[in-house]
């Protein structure tokens, strides 16, 4: 933000507009390294789009709580968008979105008010009668605020973000609309403030609670405006956004802006294999979607690929597991089966920190796929069998949950 004239120093991100999410991301490859020029830049881990995880928990605003302020087009809208997102494989969860909205309040109240006058204080005060009216009555209020009214914004705020943090960290990322309704330029002059504090309905929180968000088109409404969603996430998973934003942008055969050129064609996406990660085979409950897989992502890992074993393994659930988890065996070859798994990449010190928490009888061994690679992954000792029930004939464990799961596990004595 070097250069910028600045609204919220603490608080400014500069951003991309694009006609793909592709260019876009692009863009911010090149601009995310951190800027010695601003001190309120830094470093941002910015990887090669790879494939998403196949499962993604994503939090969207409660029925309750969703407000289009009378727009049933883009209710409509919005609604159409989230069974796109089930159709590419996500798993929609129902967040209560009462504190992000009073978070957003905050954005145009005593400290934040405060710090845009702070930035224009020299201009505004040889300026004032050439300014906007409603940006000289908005930022001139800030005269009237004191530094105690600025620590009371920042305290309202530390509190939000504590009773937010596992909220967010509960979802891989967020669905919500890119603005709740769409309103002439007529109304938006008859009543500016209000209008523009409800078109940030789903953004004002965004820089506050330090997230990353991409705006994406979705299609079009009933009545033929545009429609679109912003997908977020904690900060640092960009990656992650915009992997899923472009599946999104695909799949609404949208052409490109106000343009008539079509969407180019997509290309699948690889990971970088030159970036120094250690690869994880993973086949039970840290598969994308599954109760673990919070583990894998909090450090840092990103999914490689999906894939199978080499028919060499046979596929059990343990007994006395307080999470339920499969334990894989490797058997000679010809009595064993081929099992779906997942194969994620993490730095060697993230590799290391989790290699240490696994508990007995878990293991990592070398496990051989059916594309001729191997890596290291999860192997269970014999001795943790017993009890166990032989799931092979499933393929995986994924496909066991979703079959006969729950009937299955509740045979499986806990300790």
């Not at 951190?34 to 928990?57: F, H, Q």
């Not at 060697?348 to 061994?365: D, H, S, Y």
């Amino acid at each position: 933000a070097a250069g910028v004239v600045p609204a919220c120093r603490t608080l400014d991100c500069v951003s991309v507009f694009a006609l793909t999410v592709d260019d876009a991301y692009s863009v911010f490859r090149a601009a995310a390294a951190k800027d010695d020029e601003d001190p309120y830049s830094r470093s941002i881990a910015a990887p090669s789009l790879g494939p998403r995880p196949p499962v993604l928990s994503v939090g969207i605003p409660a029925k309750a709580d969703r407000e289009f302020f009378g727009d049933a087009a883009m209710q409509a809208g919005f609604e159409t968008a989230l069974r796109t997102l089930e159709q590419l494989g996500c798993r929609l969860v129902e967040i209560p979105f009462g504190n992000f909205y009073a978070t957003a309040n905050l954005l145009y109240e005593g400290a934040w008010v405060a710090e845009r006058y702070a930035a224009i204080a020299d201009f505004m005060e040889a300026n004032e009668a050439v300014m906007h009216p409603v940006t000289r009555t908005i930022i001139g209020g800030a005269r009237k605020l004191s530094a105690a009214d600025a620590f009371k914004g920042l305290y309202a705020l530390q509190a939000y973000k504590a009773r937010l943090a596992p909220v967010i960290a509960s979802v891989d990322l967020f669905c919500v609309p890119t603005a709740p309704t769409h309103y002439t330029v007529d109304v938006v002059l008859a009543d500016p403030i209000v209008t523009n504090s409800r078109l940030g309905t789903y953004t004002n929180f965004v820089n506050l609670l330090d997230m990353c968000g991409v705006a994406v088109p979705t299609g079009k409404r009933d009545d033929g405006l545009p429609m679109s969603v912003t997908l977020l996430a904690a900060a640092g998973k960009d990656a992650l956004t915009a992997s899923l934003a472009s599946e999104l942008q695909a799949a609404s055969g949208l052409d490109l802006g106000a343009t008539d050129w079509a969407m180019p064609a997509s290309v699948a996406k690889a990971p970088d294999l030159d970036d120094g990660m250690i690869e994880l085979v993973v086949v039970g409950a840290h598969l994308s979607g599954m109760p673990l897989n919070g583990q894998l992502c909090a450090l840092g890992a990103r999914l490689s690929r999906a894939a199978r074993t080499v028919a060499s393994y046979q596929l059990y659930a343990l007994a006395g597991q307080s999470v339920p988890k499969p334990g894989l065996v490797r058997v000679a070859d010809g009595n064993g089966k081929s099992m779906e798994v997942e194969v994620w990449r993490l730095s060697a010190a993230a590799f290391g920190r989790f290699v240490a928490a696994i508990p007995p009888p878990l293991g990592i061994g070398t496990i051989e796929l059916d594309d001729g690679t191997s890596a290291k992954g999860f192997l269970v000792e014999t001795a943790g069998l017993s009890r166990a029930i032989d799931i092979s004939a499933y393929g995986g464990w994924r496909s066991f949950i979703a079959k006969a799961g729950g009937e299955r596990l509740e045979s499986v004595p806990a300790d």
